[in-house]
């Protein structure tokens, strides 16, 4: 039988899943601070709440509309509002998920072959969306400053050379997490300028994904979502439930798209034959919407305390030892630099002999020497983790 080259994944176990494997198949304890699912995280979620939602007539009506029913996409626009910014309802497209939605807009701008520019580190699933789509990924850095920090709060920046450097005549659209997953950076507005004014001149895409946005670590951070703005550059920017209500189970996310009158018209157009080709979205997750969205900060504050209480934790468990922290502004994750080895060993692979799961920064195009916690593991698993970590 013959597959497609885009299906012919590396589908081997690397030397830490197998290690895993091991520890669980001989009932070893493990302490995992990878924990990223806030479903199995501790937090209280209120059935009474959340569920009676699902169970309106509205979810027995099968409505197709390309771009979701309007009362949800009114929910998202209100979500907007909220941020400051005002999103006709017309611009807002419902998918099943962030993934989906990468997928719409690659399929939408995208030929075989053509290109999008992603940050490095970034979040592996662009990869593997990409490859699924045929659109080959190219990667712009993103610099780290820990000294950068204190004057302008953002210690990486995106390295606009080589960004420039990397657009050719097959890029299409430029990919934007903000705050990134795993540095949780935000974006300056200088950043943000100068990116509006390169997609406009180069007529490229700019693809923000702000699922993380709410989730600044400081209390007094307001960070700006790029719905905001009229720049030249057709924008769309992507969002969910998965990280804004912490209910990745239901499935919904959503594209706001913006830009100038010459091209948002039709970039509508074709994404509804996109979105109406798959019809995606269920109507009882639609009827649910606005009331999920209307309670997101009962959520939202939980993931919040437990974000700043688990960082507090770690910086304390890193004060003295061979591991510090990379400056963070947001998001639910954090980077060490630890010591690459530990008696020839990768570090990943001696803290899981410990008992202690974390990821090796290598899966995020990180440099060796990184790993990768979750910023949302349950308080007792987190605290025995960081104490059997091997930093000394
Ligand atoms: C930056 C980023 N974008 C998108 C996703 C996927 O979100 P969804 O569950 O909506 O597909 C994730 C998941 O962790 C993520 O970290």
């Known amino acids: 039988m013959r597959f497609s080259a885009r299906t012919g994944w590396e589908l081997g176990e690397n030397m830490l899943t197998a290690k895993l494997r091991e520890r669980r198949a001989h009932g070893g304890e493990i302490l995992d601070l990878t924990a990223s699912n806030p479903t199995a995280c501790g937090f209280a979620y209120?059935?009474?709440?959340?569920?009676?939602?699902?169970?309106?007539?509205?979810?027995?009506?099968?409505?197709?509309?390309?771009?979701?029913?309007?009362?949800?996409?009114t929910a998202v626009r209100e979500y907007y509002r909220d941020h400051g910014a005002d999103v006709p309802v017309d611009r807002i497209c419902l998918t099943t998920s962030t993934s989906e939605a990468y997928s719409y807009l690659f399929r939408l701008l995208c030929d075989?072959?053509?290109?999008?520019?992603?940050?490095?580190p970034s979040y592996p699933l662009f990869d593997f969306i990409a490859r699924l789509d045929s659109v080959v990924l190219r990667e712009y850095p993103l610099r780290?400053?820990?000294g950068a920090s204190a004057a302008s709060a953002h210690a990486w920046t995106i390295d606009f050379e080589t960004l420039r450097g990397a657009i050719n005549a097959r890029t299409r659209a430029i990919v934007l997490v903000h705050p990134n997953n795993p540095t949780g950076n935000y974006v300056s507005d200088a950043e943000r300028e100068e990116l509006e004014t390169l997609c406009a001149r180069q007529e490229l895409a700019l693809i923000v994904d702000e699922v993380f946005l709410d989730y600044a670590i400081r209390a007094d951070a307001?960070?700006?979502?790029?719905?905001?703005?009229?720049?030249?550059?057709?924008?769309?920017?992507?969002?969910?439930?998965?990280?804004?209500?912490?209910?990745?189970?239901m499935k919904l996310s959503w594209i706001a798209a913006r830009g100038p009158e010459n091209m948002l018209p039709e970039a509508l157009a074709r994404l509804e034959v996109v979105a109406d080709t798959f019809l995606s979205v269920n109507a009882p997750t639609q009827a649910a919407l606005p009331s999920w969205l209307s309670r997101r900060h009962r959520l939202q504050d939980?993931?919040?305390?437990?974000?700043?209480?688990?960082?507090?934790?770690?910086?304390?468990?890193?004060?003295?030892?061979?591991?510090?922290?990379?400056?963070?502004?947001?998001?639910?994750?954090?980077?060490?630099?630890?010591?690459?080895?530990?008696?020839?060993?990768?570090?990943?692979?001696?803290?899981?002999?410990?008992?202690?799961?974390?990821?090796?920064?290598?899966?995020?195009?990180?440099?060796?020497?990184?790993?990768?916690?979750?910023?949302?593991?349950?308080?007792d698993v987190w605290e025995h983790g960081l104490k059997l970590l091997p930093i000394g």
Do not use: M
């Open 46 to 73: 209120e059935p009474e709440v959340l569920l009676p939602p699902l169970a309106v007539p509205a979810a027995l009506e099968y409505e197709p509309e390309p771009f979701g029913l309007e009362r949800a996409r």
């Open 112 to 120: 075989p072959g053509d290109e999008v520019l992603i940050a490095r």
């Open 144 to 146: 780290y400053d820990p």
């Open 222 to 249: 307001k960070p700006r979502t790029f719905a905001l703005g009229n720049g030249d550059a057709l924008c769309f920017v992507l969002s969910g439930l998965s990280k804004v209500c912490a209910l990745p189970q």
């Open 302 to 379: 939980q993931i919040r305390e437990r974000v700043r209480r688990n960082l507090a934790l770690l910086d304390a468990r890193l004060r003295g030892s061979h591991a510090d922290r990379i400056a963070l502004e947001g998001g639910w994750t954090a980077v060490l630099r630890v010591p690459r080895e530990i008696q020839g060993q990768p570090f990943a692979e001696a803290a899981l002999d410990r008992g202690v799961l974390v990821q090796p920064g290598e899966f995020y195009g990180l440099p060796e020497g990184r790993i990768v916690v979750s910023l949302l593991s349950p308080p």
